[in-house]
């Protein structure tokens, strides 16, 4: 007899909002901000990996502009993965199943912000398996606002310039291609330099 799985928390949050949360179902994050990020894409047919690609809406519009996607997030979701390769993938579990710079580009929005462990080895990843990485870090509330939040990060938006300020001194050679309202919400753009 197999052995029964159980979601761990992390899963059953994320099955929840991917099968109940119609915002979360039609939103992407990184189609919400593709003017502040696109013109840094290789040209076509570049391959692409997006990291916690949620309902996927990103991944069918870079295929349906010629990129080789690949797609990972932490459930299936209720979501047609077809046209693009997809991996259900939980990032506090360790290395992504991919090669050394597998990809040329690999793209995460609003991902790194809500792991509760693992996060420096997950952006390790994300260089390790591709040429070039553009990510967002979204931080929206402070740390006692978490509590209450339906964006809750690990740390509060100062922390996070503080991590980025560090990332970008890091040899993975990161730069921060901009941020905005540190005090209260903050968005950072990051791309680690081609070299």
């Not at 309902?55 to 209720?78: A, F, H, T, W």
């Not at 793209?107 to 994300?126: G, Q, R």
Request: aromatic fraction near 10%; hydrophobic fraction near 35%; charge should be negative.
């Amino acid at each position: 007899m197999d052995e029964v799985k159980f979601p761990t928390e992390q899963e059953a949050i994320y099955n929840t909002m991917h099968n109940c949360d119609m915002r979360y179902q039609h939103i992407s994050q990184g189609i919400k901000r593709l003017p502040l990020w696109l013109h840094m894409l290789p040209a076509p047919p570049a391959s692409i990996l997006e990291v916690g690609c949620g309902n996927g809406r990103l991944c069918k519009l870079l295929v349906e502009m010629g990129y080789d996607v690949v797609g990972l997030d932490i459930v299936q979701g209720p979501y047609e993965r077809s046209g693009y390769e997809f991996h259900v993938h939980d990032l506090c579990a360790g290395t992504l199943p991919f090669k050394d710079k597998e990809f040329d580009v690999c793209l995460s929005f609003d991902v790194i912000e809500h792991l509760p462990t693992n996060y420096d080895e997950t952006i390790a990843e994300m260089v390790r398996v591709s040429k070039s990485v553009i990510g967002v870090i979204a931080c929206f509330r402070t740390e006692a606002q978490n509590l209450i939040s339906l964006h809750p990060t690990i740390f509060d938006p100062k922390r996070w310039i503080w991590k980025i300020s560090e990332l970008a001194k890091d040899p993975m050679g990161f730069e921060i291609v901009g941020y905005n309202n540190p005090e209260s919400k903050a968005i950072f753009y990051y791309t680690q330099k081609k070299g």
